[in-house]
């Protein structure tokens, strides 16, 4: 029998992906069709709100960071100096490298001017006139949309100066990185935009005090940008309308694994992971058990399959099962993989991304790494386990970004909730799974090491 979900989906009333899979979305002309820019104009010429209002509403939406870290956005916008001098900037976060996680890049190929709507209003509430998307270097697609998008709002008179005649203006830059992990920390990315080295900086001073080129600058996710459009349209009500208290709106999810539809689906905040996996992505492929569960990008605690089933797909329940929503980069495992060989794939890229100013990161992620690839292959002591996880703990908290402990907290989290594969690697002094790491299941939709999502695998619900 089919499973019914238990809690109300959006059915038709999607803030972000409010197209059907397959149509031509991402047009200027689609995009008005859909109501596209008639919030800009409210705003901008209606003057609906003031952009000190506007801030209230998105403070008053709930709206908390997508990027991963759940900061509430509004808060971080009244970060900024008051009264300042310096030309305020806006950076889209585009660089979505964390494994896992591929939501950004449907918006941006699917309904890029949903974002541009979100940069106009944004840059209106923070008093900006100068907005850069930064987008991931292997997401040619994602740039080639954004480009044309950005042309074509331009040339109807969305973007530019004095915008619907309102004296207000807004320029966007889309810039393309380099495909390095670290420019996706806010303050690498900063770096980057600049021409430098992608490395990040040392907090204080953030970039709301000094950002880009020296200026006070909010950097934001994409998907936060684009829920703005609909923040503003709807009041913070009405975004609330959807989600828990401390988790409101809708959330996209990209989806890898074992399971039969992977791909991005956007519900609201809150749905249960259950409904998710049965309703949305069609249940597991036949014949492949739940095994564990990666609910935010590869960075995040591990949970086992039984806990999984209980989880919604909100910030309070993450953290009550010991896990993190994260960037919604949600790996599914399945039964037959091997962790230790799982773990192993993700601190390879951990120590491949690490760009080496501090030496508990450079160094420990290539500790750890070395010592589970030991242990997979058969090589591993007795003291191993005890000691990886010690190298692990003492890398956390001790570095200028946190990257370190983006490899540090699966590395415990594997340990604590699969120790027994650990010791039976080492006391087998072989993996009892025959080095078992079923690509072909594993890797569907873009899932665990895999930094290139494949094409063919991201679909809208
Ligand atoms: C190593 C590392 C990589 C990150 N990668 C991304 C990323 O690809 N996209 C993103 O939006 N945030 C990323 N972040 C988080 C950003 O530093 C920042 O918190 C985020 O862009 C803020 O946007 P938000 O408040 O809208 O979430 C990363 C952080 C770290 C430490
Ligand atoms: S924690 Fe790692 S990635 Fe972050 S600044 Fe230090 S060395 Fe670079």
Redesign the pocket.
């Known amino acids: 029998m089919a499973h019914e979900s238990t809690y109300p989906v959006l059915d038709g009333h999607k803030i972000l992906l409010n197209f059907a899979r397959g149509t031509t979305s991402w047009p200027l002309s689609s995009y008005l069709q859909r109501g596209g820019y008639s919030t800009s104009k409210a705003v901008l010429v209606g003057k609906k709100y003031t952009p000190g209002e506007l801030i209230d509403v998105v403070k008053a939406s709930g709206l908390r960071g997508r990027g991963g870290a759940g900061f509430p956005t509004g808060l971080k916008w009244s970060f900024l100096p008051r009264g300042a001098t310096d030309p305020v900037q806006l950076v889209v976060n585009a660089d979505e490298s964390e494994p896992g996680t591929f939501k950004d890049r449907v918006v941006m190929e699917e309904n890029p001017h949903v974002l541009l709507e979100g940069c106009v209003l944004a840059c209106y509430a923070i008093g900006s006139d100068s907005c850069y998307i930064y987008i991931r270097g292997e997401y040619v697609p994602a740039i080639k949309r954004m480009v044309a998008a950005v042309e074509e709002a331009y040339a109807a008179g969305h973007l530019g100066s004095d915008i619907y005649g309102s004296g207000f203006t807004c320029n966007i830059t889309v810039h393309s990185g380099a495909g390095a992990y670290?420019c996706g920390?806010e303050t690498?990315l900063i770096e980057s935009l600049e021409g430098k080295k992608g490395?990040?900086r040392i907090k204080p001073p953030f970039p709301a005090v000094k950002g880009v080129f020296g200026y006070p600058t909010i950097v934001n996710n994409v998907e936060s940008i684009a829920a703005v459009t609909y923040i503003a349209h709807a009041g913070a009500d009405g975004y609330r309308a959807w989600g828990t208290e401390r988790s409101a709106g809708t959330k996209l999810f990209s989806v890898s694994g074992p399971v039969k539809r992977p791909g991005v689906y956007e519900v609201p905040m809150g749905y249960p992971f259950k409904d998710l996996l049965e309703v949305e992505c069609g249940g597991m492929l036949d014949g492949v058990g739940l095994k564990a569960l990666i609910v935010g990008g590869s960075s995040v605690p591990i949970v086992t399959g039984e806990t999984a089933l209980t989880i919604n797909m909100d910030y309070e329940s993450c953290e009550e099962h010991k896990t993190l929503l994260g960037s919604g980069g949600v790996i599914v495992i399945g039964e037959g993989t091997c962790m230790v060989r799982t773990l192993m794939t993700l601190l390879r890229f951990y120590h491949h991304?690490?760009?080496?100013?501090?030496?508990?990161?450079?160094e420990g992620?290539g500790w750890i790494e070395r010592i589970v690839t030991r242990i997979e292959n058969g090589e591993g002591n007795p003291g191993d386990i005890d000691e990886l996880y010690r190298i692990a703990d003492n890398m956390e908290l001790r570095?200028?970004?946190?990257?370190?402990?983006a490899a540090a907290w699966p590395t415990k989290s594997f340990i604590n909730v699969f120790r027994s594969e650990f010791e039976a690697h080492v006391q087998a002094r072989a993996c009892p799974y025959h080095n078992q790491f079923p690509d072909h299941l594993n890797l569907r939709g873009g899932g665990v090491p895999q930094r290139h999502a494949d094409p063919e695998h991201a679909f809208i619900a």
């Open positions: 670290i920390e690498g490395q990040p991304e690490s760009c080496g100013q501090c030496t508990p990161c450079r992620t570095t200028i970004c946190t990257l370190a402990d």
